[in-house]
Every structure is written in C-alpha cells, then in structure tokens.
C-alpha cells in the first residue's frame, strides 16, 4: 500500500495501458480519478477496481481542453481535497511517414500527445505543491528513443521527453518530480492484429512483447516513494529494444 492516502489522476484509463495503471495504482492504495472518453469502458474499469477493493471514480476529459482540465483538478479536489498524482497516459497514433503526414494529422497528434500533457501539468501542479508535493508520470514511448516509421508520434514523443524534463526542473522547487516512460510494443485491443505488433518481437533482445501491467509496474514505482530521488529520467520498459538486437 505505497500510494495508502494518495490521490492520482489517470488519463487515457478506460482501456489497455491506462486501465491496467490505474488497476496498479489503486492496488496500492491510491483513489484513482480515471480519465477517458469513453465513458460506459470508463465506468467498468471503475466498477472492476471497486470489486478488486480499490476506490476510483469516472471523469469525462478531452485532454486538449483546458476547461476539462480544470474540471478534473476541481473534481479531484472536491472528493478527496489533493492531488499526489498524475499520469498522462493518453495518446493518439497516426502510421505515417512524413509525406503521408497531413498537417491536420500532425497537428491533432501533438494536440493529444503534447499539448494535452502540458495542460495536465499546468492544472495539478498547483494543487501538488498545496499538498506538499507530487509525482508526474507521463508515458512516452520506445519511438521517443528512436526512430520509428511514424513522423507524427514519434516527433510527439520526443516532445513530451523535453516538456518532461522542463516540468522535472521547474517543479523541484514545490518538491513534484516528473519521469518520463517508454514502452515498447504493448498487445493491446487497439493494436491488435496490426503487423508491426510481432514483426518487431524479432528486434527485441528478451524476445518478447510488453504487457500492460509491466509497464504499469513501473508507473508505480516512479509515483510511489520508493523512487524519492528520481525525477527527470526516461525510464524505458521494451526488453532492450532501444538498446539494440542480438537477432
């Protein structure tokens, strides 16, 4: 029960990766504010925490609004009077190269990706630092590492790498760390039966996908206490991917 009293907001939580972090936070102990657009998944993932033991509750939220954001910090406030912490998991993918790229496409990638985890900072930082401090997660990729054949993600990717380092530097001050995680390719229902999805278990040195509940681990221990002395890292969770390959 490292997150026993904690309050956390999750974006992106109603499915795949967003979901099994918020499971994994609430295990711990955390009320979770689970943060989608889709609100009837939304509303199981808060139903399967509550039979599992845990506390959470559903917030409608468009990330690229800074009205919504305002109204999730608000609605954070009113059940439980903190914020300890925020994951910025939500994230849009368009497979694109860069002259198959619309500017349209590349714009509303950023607008998710980026600007979306931008305007989650900016409205719970506040309420971090009249709480005594904080953890900000966001979840990147292995493309923010590397290259991949995505130009839209990919430059979104390594944009949220510096903005999280920016926010690392800024609130060290009001004692908030931010940490940055990379998953490699996670199995989930909105990638399934895409090619790449075991195409590139060939490049992974552990010869394996990532499960959502690893990457979540480690959403955890950066969130948790037992990662005081942490901020401004990349953290990257793909077998070795960005390492290299043995193959």
């Known amino acids: 029960m490292r997150l026993s009293g904690k309050l956390a907001i999750v974006t992106g939580a109603s499915r795949g990766l967003g979901a099994a972090q918020a499971r994994a936070l609430a295990r711990e102990g955390a009320a ?16 399967a925490i509550a039979a599992a033991g845990g506390e959470a509750t559903y917030q409608r939220l468009d990330v690229t609004s800074e009205a919504g954001w305002a109204a999730a910090v608000a609605a954070a406030l009113r059940w439980k009077g903190r914020v300890d912490v925020l994951v910025n998991n939500a994230g849009i993918n368009i ?3 860069i002259a198959a790229t619309s500017l349209a496409d590349w714009e509303r990638v950023f607008a998710v990706n980026v600007t979306g985890a931008l305007l989650g900072m900016r409205a719970a930082a506040p309420a971090m630092r009249e709480g005594g401090g904080g953890s900000i997660v966001n979840i990147a990729s292995a493309a923010a590492l590397r290259a991949s054949a995505s ?3 990919t430059a979104s990717k390594w944009a949220l790498r510096g903005l999280t380092k920016v926010a690392a530097l800024e609130y060290a001050s009001w004692k908030i760390r931010a940490n940055t995680v990379c998953p490699g390719v996670v199995p989930t ?7 790449y999805v075991q195409t590139v278990v060939e490049k992974i040195p552990l010869a394996r996908n990532c499960t ?8 955890v221990f950066l969130a948790s206490a037992d ?3 942490v901020t ?15 193959r």
Not at 32 to 45: H, V, Y
Not at 189 to 195: F, M, S, T, V, W
């Open 32 to 47: 979770i504010l689970l943060c989608d657009l889709l609100d009837e998944r939304g509303r199981e993932t808060v139903a």
């Open 95 to 97: 497979r694109a190269g």
């Open 151 to 153: 130009a839209a993600y």
């Open 189 to 195: 229902d909105l990638n399934a039966g895409q090619a």
């Open 212 to 219: 959502p509940e690893e990457v979540a681990s480690v959403v």
């Open 227 to 229: 990662s005081a002395f």
């Open 232 to 246: 401004g890292a990349d953290v990257p969770v793909d077998g070795g991917l960005t390492v290299g390959s043995t």
